[in-house]
């Protein structure tokens, strides 16, 4: 079996919009870091430092903020203390150079 077969089928099973929505947000993690791990678990699908949850009417991008300054952790919604999320509900509220700005921020910045 693939390695990448739970995700796809798990990604598969979705309602529409969120399974739309979660395609892309994992197509942006996985073009800005190539061959990264998926880790399929029972709150999402963990990529690295990132983790995808879908929700009943939206889907978060999650983000390790380990190791931020409180005023970097703010850029995110949540109040944990290791992980901090966006969340989308359509595919016109994804920002890909936004995503793809705080992903490499995340990548430099936060401990893992």
Known sequence: MNKNTKPRNYIDSL?????????????IVLETFPGQDEDLKLCGLWLGKYYIACNRDSVNLGFCVNGLKQKDKDKFEGKGRITRHLKFRTLEEIDENEIIGLLKFIDKNANY
């Open 15 to 27: 309602p529409s919009p969120q399974r739309e929505i979660f395609k892309k947000l994992r197509n």
